[in-house]
C-alpha cells in the first residue's frame, strides 16, 4: 500500500516507478552503487531526462566524464538534452533567462575553488591551495549553491534552501574521497547536512571496488535514503554480460524486493525486466 500524502519523483525508468509505489519520495538522496558497466551514469540520465520533461531544474556534477560525452551517449537513448538550455558553470555563458541545466565538472570546481581561495587572501598559498582543492566537499557545497543561484531557484542571495524543486545529479561522487576513502562517511555527513533540502532530490554514484566488490569509501549508503545497486555476474564464468539492479532500501516505499535484469538498449536507454 503507497503511503497516503508523498511526493513521488519519477526516476525516467517507468519499471522502477512502478516498483516504488510510483517513484521516489521527494527529497530523499538515493545511491547509486555498483562496478564500472553497470548503467549508473545512464540511471542518472534517465533521471535527468525526466527533470526536464517534468519542468525540474538540474544541478548535473560530471566527475568521471565530461559532459560533452554525457550529451553524446544520452541522444544515442532518444535523450536530447541540447534542445533545453545547458550552462556549464566554468564558463562565461550568460542567458537572458535561466538555464534548464548547470553542468559542474572538474573546471566548474576548479572554477569555485579559486573563488574561495581568492576570498582569504591573508591565508599563505600552500594553505589555501590545499583547504579549497577541486575534489574538495566544501568546494562541491559552494558550487552546488553556486548552481542554485545561475538556476534562479533561490529567493535571494542568502537562502540556502530552492523554492522551487531541483534535480541534483552527483556522478561520482566517490571522486571526492578517492585518495581518503576512510572519511567518506564524515564527508557524505559534511554534504547532507549543507544541502539536503526537501525541494532537492538527489541522485549519488558511487563506485564499487572491483577487488573487494564493496562500496568505495564507507559511509555513502548509510546516510541515502535509498539505495540502488547495480551489478553484473562474473563474465569470466558466464562468457557473456548479465546486468542485474536491485532497490536495497527506499525509505516510506514497499518497494520491490526481488532484482531486476538490466539491459542497456539503444534508442531507449535501461531496460528492466523480471525474471
Known amino acids: 500500500m503507497a503511503?497516503?500524502?508523498?511526493?513521488r519523483i519519477s526516476t525516467g525508468i517507468r519499471e522502477l516507478d512502478e516498483a516504488l509505489e510510483g517513484g521516489i519520495p521527494k527529497g530523499s538522496w538515493v545511491a547509486i552503487t555498483g562496478e564500472p558497466g553497470t548503467g549508473k551514469s545512464i540511471m542518472c540520465m534517465h533521471f535527468a531526462w525526466a527533470g526536464l520533461l517534468a519542468g525540474d531544474p538540474v544541478v548535473y556534477v560530471?566527475?568521471?566524464?565530461?559532459?560533452?560525452?554525457?550529451?553524446?551517449q544520452a541522444k544515442m537513448f532518444a535523450m536530447d538534452f541540447e534542445s533545453?538550455?545547458?550552462?556549464?558553470?566554468?564558463s562565461k555563458q550568460e542567458?537572458?533567462?535561466?538555464?534548464?541545466?548547470?553542468?559542474?565538472?572538474?573546471?566548474?570546481?576548479?572554477?569555485i575553488a579559486r573563488q574561495m581561495s581568492e576570498q582569504n587572501p591573508l591565508e599563505p598559498e600552500n594553505i589555501r591551495r590545499k583547504r579549497y582543492a577541486a575534489l574538495d566537499i566544501q568546494t562541491l557545497i559552494a558550487a552546488i549553491h553556486e548552481a542554485y543561484r545561475v538556476l534562479g531557484v533561490l529567493r535571494d542571495d542568502k537562502a540556502k534552501s530552492p523554492y522551487k524543486h531541483v534535480r541534483l545529479i552527483i556522478d561520482s561522487l566517490s571522486a571526492f574521497w578517492a585518495d581518503k576513502p576512510a572519511m567518506a562517511r564524515k564527508y557524505s555527513y559534511d554534504l547532507k547536512i549543507a544541502t539536503h533540502r526537501e525541494n532537492v532530490t538527489a541522485y549519488l554514484v558511487s563506485?564499487?571496488?572491483?577487488?573487494?566488490?564493496?562500496?568505495?569509501?564507507f559511509g555513502l549508503e548509510h546516510i541515502a535514503d535509498g539505495v540502488f545497486h547495480l551489478w553484473m555476474e562474473d563474465v569470466e564464468s558466464t562468457h557473456e554480460v548479465k546486468r542485474y539492479m536491485i532497490i536495497k532500501k527506499m525509505r516510506m516505499t514497499n518497494h520491490r524486493r526481488k532484482a531486476f535484469k538490466l539491459d542497456i538498449v539503444e534508442g531507449r536507454g535501461l531496460i528492466l525486466t523480471t525474471e
Do not use: C, N, W
Open 62 to 72: 560530471t566527475t568521471e566524464a565530461e559532459f560533452r560525452d554525457i550529451v553524446r
Open 3 to 7: 503511503h497516503t500524502g508523498t511526493i
Open 207 to 217: 563506485q564499487y571496488a572491483m577487488t573487494t566488490r564493496s562500496t568505495f569509501g
Open 95 to 111: 542567458y537572458s533567462q535561466s538555464p534548464d541545466i548547470v553542468v559542474i565538472d572538474i573546471f566548474g570546481l576548479l572554477k
Open 84 to 90: 533545453y538550455r545547458i550552462l556549464d558553470l566554468s
